[in-house]
């Protein structure tokens, strides 16, 4: 070879090997640029359209049971499921999928353009080919005009989505729950990820770098802009026992193409919405969606050209003359109301069940919880004719007023009420007793309700009603927004005036104590210490009563412990018994110690004379009832005992005839209902007594019902058995008086006063005032209230409606015989108690609903028998009747505009047995002695 055609070798030798060079370093730098385990806008190729067969299915029922309870076990169409709750109600949208990249950067990503092709509905009917399965129907859906969403993609992320303006809420959300499938990573073990549940946590675990697996956690936030949260507002008791609870569970899996794009999607999320006091009752919802590539082809699209994502959007607005909005992944809420024709009662035949003769039955409260929803979607103007034309009913609208929570109803209900007539009381204070019982009540309620206190009501009666409502709804208020700036102006006004009170007029100081205790405000701690500690006992006893209704995280340990131990003991000072008894109970509840528990129980065991008697009685019982349930007071108490030396008939014989106890109502796997009864005596005569309801669910509880009986001033008519009075030991000398209190859901109701003084006593004795059964307290009010929108991860919403309403009526009868020298009382609380609960998944084109509802009519009589004749035995009797509990189910499917609806029902019917509760030992021996003829 001559030299001239080695050097024309050597050139294209050269060549060649420059070229491959830049090969390799062009393909290092892809290799780089895949290396860091992302997905690159370039993986959607510029000039194609990709057309995936896409399948979103829904499903609802009633949730499993709690034995087998598990977010995997909920849908018909789950395999792991091994419990069938009952056949389902739901559907399926089956259509075609077409992507197009219809711009692009190297630094911004792709704008992606995501196109439904031919939707169709498929629902539960007969004609399916297999039971339980799906057939194809006519719908909305055929005739919507299909609009696209564009999407910004980025590195496997959606940062963005752009919805045509005039486009189908519920065709928006689907797109957004297909755009969710083209979010993936390969390199991630777990983060947090934008889905249309909010930011989730999703944790990966890929098999390897084609198939990838993620589980989205059941905590998702939603964003914090303002627009995002008030569709998404979530209206709930401010209690967690008669709140709910959603279980999510979500679980992705992805199949990528070589390109490193989406083959095949498939997802499965499963969301359970139980009752927290009532597990069985809510629903379940089982969501699926598959998607998988079909082919790809060229695009007829022309590409847009743009610098940005900004500019490019508004390009592509203007060629299609479309108007884009920006968006996000959230979903929009659907606006369909939830009382339609089909399964709500009209206004006129639900106001003509609200009579009083219907009053503590489960019609009323079924009615009362419809019209609550009825109110709350009505202006002013129509709320205030529905008062002014049901004045034989207005007692129970006005407690739909209350329990309805807007101002509109506030505004209606202020319309009709006059709280300057001194003679018209009944129905503002029914007014106010529901409004202080409100679940969501509007702020601006409390403010037009304090300027009223400020200006001030003339009667009595009134204005203490006001100011227990008043401090009630600031209480629930800062509840609600998590935050005690609320108020703060209201709870100096009440602090204030408790400064002003006169040292005459005990009475003032008392008031202002009992409106402290509804506002439960930490705040307050100090000040009701110090009048515990400086004021008459009159006042002390309240403010002790302030001090009870507080949580015990309220206290400081080391500084309010030795207080309450020194006015148990009393040292330092005298304290009335009821003082030191209500300062037991909030030492006992607080987790005491050892050394606690030994400093007031070996005082009082040594110290038991007539001073003590009663309050060593008291707490040798108390410490016996809570340690029933906290195994450590039990056991210090056994220790304390033998290490002092006190086993002995002379320390742990009972001197006094007070007595406390618990007793379970109910048990079931959603938690228990108990009561405790404490009878404080005094001179065998009760001077106070409290009947306490408490509910249980995992480890909350909540205080529905405080029924309490105060006595005083009543020594002379007892005497002992050589026929002297007996004088009651180290109490003050008061007038004779009796009376009643109660609380409901921890509202503190305005005092009933029975007598005040001998000459009321003997009137009311001689005229057999009380003979005949009469009304305390009677209302409606809504126990449970939860309403939330919950997006789910295919981009469809979930409308959650709890309501829970219970009518009551309280009443009470009272014969005495002084000739026979017997008194017979009974207090008889009944109940309508009604619980209903609604989750949907609606679209514009069908509707899916699962209604869950229990129904029982209770009652509860407390009888006390009293024979006076030779000595004093009584008798006291907590009976309940039987009764029968409703449990209905109805599931249903209907698409509008046509003759289609699937509706499933289940009804069960479960008798509760009447009871007689066992009280204690001793009063089972003097019921024996008085009835012993009639065992």
């Known amino acids: 070879m001559n030299s001239k055609g080695s050097m024309s070798l050597r050139a294209i030798s050269s060549c060649t090997f420059l070229l491959i060079e830049l090969i390799l370093i ?31 299915g829904v499903e609802l029922n009633e949730p499993g049971p709690l034995t087998n309870f598990s977010s995997t076990t909920l849908g018909s169409n789950s395999k792991s499921s091994g419990y069938r709750t009952g056949s389902t109600v739901g559907y399926k949208v089956l259509c075609q999928v077409q992507i197009t990249p219809v711009w692009q950067s190297e630094h911004d990503g792709a704008i ?20 339980e399965g799906f057939h194809s129907h006519t719908s909305n859906l055929d005739s919507i005009t299909l609009h696209p969403l564009y999407v910004h993609w980025k590195q496997g992320i959606v940062y963005k989505t752009y919805s045509v303006g005039q486009d189908d809420v519920s065709l928006v959300n689907i797109k957004k729950g297909i755009a969710n499938l083209l979010q993936f990573q390969t390199n991630k073990a777990d983060g947090i990820e934008d889905t249309p549940r909010g930011q989730c946590r999703t944790t990966y675990s890929n098999k390897d770098s084609s198939h990838l697996m993620k589980t989205i956690s059941s905590e998702c936030l939603l964003p914090a802009d303002t627009v995002t949260q008030e569709k998404f507002s979530k209206t709930s008791h401010i209690s967690t026992v008669l709140g709910s609870t959603t279980e999510s569970t979500v679980k992705v899996e992805l199949k990528l193409t070589a390109n490193s794009f989406v083959e095949e999607a498939s997802v499965t999320e499963n969301h359970v919405v139980r009752v927290n006091a009532k597990k069985e009752v809510g629903a379940t919802i089982f969501g699926s969606q598959h998607f998988k590539l079909k082919d790809s082809a060229n695009a007829n699209t022309q590409l847009v050209k743009a610098g940005n994502v900004e500019t490019a959007i508004v390009e592509i607005g203007k060629a299609k003359e479309l108007t884009l909005n920006l968006d996000s992944l959230v979903p929009h809420p659907e606006k369909i109301p939830i009382c339609e024709v089909t399964n709500c009662k009209a206004s006129d035949t639900l106001l003509a069940i609200m009579t009083p003769d219907n009053m503590a039955s489960t019609k009323m409260a079924d009615a009362f919880i419809q019209m609550v929803e009825k109110f709350r979607q009505s202006s002013s103007t129509e709320i205030e004719k529905m008062l002014s034309d049901g004045v034989q009913i207005l007692p129970q609208l006005l407690d739909v007023c209350a329990a309805t929570g807007t101002n509109s109803a506030h505004q209606a209900a202020m319309k ?50 006001l100011l227990l409502t008043t401090a009630a709804l600031v209480h629930t208020t800062r509840l609600q927004q998590s935050s005690d700036e609320f108020g703060v102006d ?44 400086k004021s008459d006992s009159r006042i002390g006893v309240v403010a002790m009563k302030a001090l009870y209704a507080l949580p015990t995280s309220f206290f400081d340990r080391s500084l309010y412990r030795p207080i309450l131990i020194r006015i148990i003991n009393q040292l330092g000072k005298k304290y009335d018994s009821s003082t030191r008894t209500l300062a037991i109970d909030i030492l006992l509840r607080d987790q005491p110690t050892k050394d606690e528990i030994r400093e007031i129980l070996v005082f009082q065991l040594k110290n038991s004379d007539s001073a003590h008697a009663e309050v060593s ?23 304390i005992i033998h290490e002092e030396g006190l086993k002995t008939y002379h320390h742990l014989a009972p001197r006094g005839l007070s007595m406390s106890f618990s007793r379970t109502f109910t048990s079931n796997p959603s938690g228990n209902s108990t009561f405790s009864n404490a009878i404080e005596m005094t001179g065998k005569l009760l001077k106070r007594s409290s009947f306490d309801v408490y509910i249980h669910s995992d480890q909350n509880f909540i205080h529905p019902l405080s029924l309490g009986i105060f006595a005083g001033g009543l020594s002379s008519f007892t005497s002992s058995d050589n026929g002297e009075t007996n004088p009651v030991p180290d109490e003050e000398i008061e007038d004779a008086t009796a009376g009643m209190e109660l609380s409901l859901m921890g509202v503190q109701t305005r005092p009933i006063v029975f007598f005040v003084g001998k000459g009321e006593l003997m009137g009311l004795v001689w005229s057999g005032a009380g003979s005949e059964k009469t009304t305390a307290l009677q209302g409606n009010i809504l126990l449970q209230n939860e309403r939330a929108v919950v997006p789910l991860f ?22 005495i015989s002084l000739w026979h020298r017997t008194a017979n009382s009974l207090v008889q609380n009944k109940a309508g108690l009604v619980l209903q609960s609604v989750i949907r998944v609606d679209t514009s084109f069908v509707r899916s609903r699962v209604d869950y509802t229990v129904a029982s009519n209770a009652i ?3 009888t006390s028998d009293i024979n006076f004749y030779d000595g004093v035995l009584m008798c006291l009797k907590l009976t309940q009747p039987e009764f029968n509990v409703r449990q209905n189910i109805h599931k249903t499917e209907r ?41």
């Open 112 to 131: 992606l353009e995501i196109q439904l092709i031919k939707p169709e509905l498929h629902v539960k009917s007969r004609k399916a080919p297999a039971p």
């Open 860 to 862: 509860l009589d407390f």
């Open 617 to 639: 009685t008291f707490l040798w019982n108390r410490l016996h009832e809570f340690g029933e349930k906290n195994h450590d007071i039990k056991t210090y108490v056994t220790e």
């Open 416 to 465: 009709i009420l006059n709280f300057d007539d001194p003679e018209e009381v009944s129905n503002p204070e029914r007014y106010l007793l529901g409004l202080s019982l409100s679940t969501s009540p509007d702020p601006t309620i409390v403010t037009e309700l304090f300027s009223l206190l400020k200006k001030g009501v003339k009667n009595e009666r009134l204005h203490e009603s």
């Open 26 to 56: 062009s393909f290092g730098f892809v290799l780089t640029q895949l290396g860091g385990g992302v997905a690159s806008g370039r993986h959607f190729e510029i000039g194609t359209v990709y057309t995936y067969d896409y399948v979103l």
């Open 895 to 935: 698409i509008p505009g046509s003759k289609h609806k699937l509706r499933k029902a289940k009804y069960n019917t479960i008798p509760i047995p009447g009871v007689t509760y066992a009280l204690n030992k001793k009063n089972s021996e003097l019921c024996g002695v008085m009835y012993k003829d009639e065992l």
């Open 794 to 815: 295919n981009g469809l919403v979930a409308d959650v409606n709890i309501q829970g309403g219970l009518s009551f009526d309280l009443s009470g009868q009272i014969t």
């Open 490 to 533: 209201i709870e100096n006004y009440f602090l204030d005036s408790l400064q002003k009170c006169p040292e005459t007029k005990p009475e003032c100081s008392q008031l202002l104590l009992r409106s402290l205790k509804n506002l439960k405000s930490k705040s307050t701690v100090e000040k009701l210490f110090d009048i515990v500690q």
